[in-house]
């Protein structure tokens, strides 16, 4: 069985700790270690301070037998671009990402760009 929390939330900074709160219940909930939790947050803010676009922006968290997957969007082509470009030396959001969750994907619906994060968790029974 798969469960999924979907928020909506606009994009100024300050909304984010709703985001954060979030995903603190759903850490508690699934008894997700700090440091899980942690990876989580920072790939989220990691993403949405490289996205300035208005209006609201879209968290989806889906969570399975022993993985969690984020979906943020959406995103603007800059995001997909700095996405795309091999890191190298750089410390870019690519690099960032791949430190903190098992997988990214990028994904175009409706015209738009999103982000999508895989964390594997080990079992998680809610």
Do not use: C, Y
């Amino acid at each position: 069985m798969t469960d999924e929390i979907t928020l909506t939330i606009p994009r100024e900074r300050e909304f984010l700790r709703v985001a954060h709160l979030v995903l603190g219940g759903v850490g508690i909930r699934l008894n997700l270690t700090i440091e899980t939790l942690e990876d989580l947050q920072l790939a989220l803010d990691a993403i949405l301070e490289r996205d300035q676009e208005l209006g609201d922006v879209t968290i989806s968290l889906r969570v399975a037998e022993n993985t969690i997957e984020t979906e943020v969007g959406p995103l603007r082509d800059g995001v997909r671009a700095e996405l795309a470009r091999e890191s190298g030396e750089e410390v870019g959001l690519r690099r960032i990402l791949d430190t903190l969750v098992d997988g990214v994907e990028v994904e175009s619906r409706d015209g738009a760009f999103w982000v999508k994060l895989l964390k594997t968790v080990g079992d998680v029974h809610a």
